[in-house]
């Protein structure tokens, strides 16, 4: 198994009433391969909240059905915008900072 130091993010199929479950569905090095993760799970599986956690930095990013939506949009409409975000929040993001950044997104 590689190093969690390599592998920083993992991330977790979250269920409505019984949180995130135990095992990872994958792990990944950056956050733009744990979001890749995401939506390859929801085109597979059909769920859509996921948990990303981050153990260095003892940090966690919900992504549900809405946040999910709004990043998959902005990466379809404008890449530019969608990896300085993924970068961003890699850096030094949290919750709050995603939900602010995806708070444009009108998905109507």
């Known amino acids: 198994m590689p190093s969690s130091l390599v592998n920083r993010y993992a991330v977790y199929v979250s269920l409505v009433n019984r949180g995130k479950v135990r095992e990872p569905i994958a792990r990944n090095p950056n956050l733009m391969l744990a979001v890749e993760s995401c939506f390859s799970a929801f085109e597979e599986t059909g769920h ?3 948990v990303i ?4 930095p003892a940090r966690a990013f919900t992504l ?4 999910l939506l709004s990043l998959l ?3 379809t409409n404008d890449r530019e915008r969608y990896f300085e975000i993924l970068n961003r929040l ?5 919750q709050r900072d995603m939900e602010a950044m995806l708070a444009h997104v009108s998905l109507e």
């Open 48 to 50: 859509s909240a996921y």
């Open 53 to 56: 956690e981050d153990h260095r």
């Open 64 to 67: 549900d059905r809405k946040v």
């Open 73 to 75: 949009y902005v990466k």
């Open 90 to 94: 890699d850096r030094s993001g949290e």
